[in-house]
């Protein structure tokens, strides 16, 4: 089907699920997932393993008491914190490298500060 023809949120999908078969999140090194709705940003560290069962080790996000309360949820700022946070819940599991994984968007704006300051925490990709 032609790019055009479909919604921006389906190219993003198919972005994403072409991104997906190369990026495998393991035990050792979780799978750095990014997703953004209109007003909150989210991150979790997941393990793709078939006996880890797809499952989420740490997640992060603009809803979270440490951060709601702060700032805008939808700013770039917002951005850096959830990748501060996500970071340093990261590191208290003994997690220091990832792959990340951008969504399916533009390594831009919030998906660069998120990424940019999960570096900064401590997290290595």
Do not use: W
Not at 15 to 34: A, D, F, N, W
Not at 67 to 89: F, H, T
Not at 98 to 125: C, I, M, N, Q, S
Request: net charge positive.
């Amino acid at each position: 089907m032609d790019m055009a023809r479909l919604s921006r949120n389906k190219q993003r999908i198919k972005r994403h699920m072409r991104i997906r078969r190369k990026v495998i999140g393991t035990p050792e090194r979780p799978r750095l997932c990014v997703f953004k709705s209109l007003s909150h940003i989210y991150a979790q560290l997941i393990d793709d393993t078939p006996r880890g069962g797809s499952r989420t080790l740490v997640a992060a996000s603009t809803l979270d008491p440490e951060i709601r309360d702060k700032i805008r949820s939808d700013n770039i700022e917002a951005a850096r914190l959830v990748g501060a946070l996500i970071a340093k819940r990261a590191l208290a599991l003994g997690i220091r490298k990832v792959v990340f994984d951008r969504g399916g968007y533009p390594y831009h704006g919030k998906v660069r500060a998120l990424a940019e300051a999960a570096r900064e925490g401590g997290l290595e990709f």
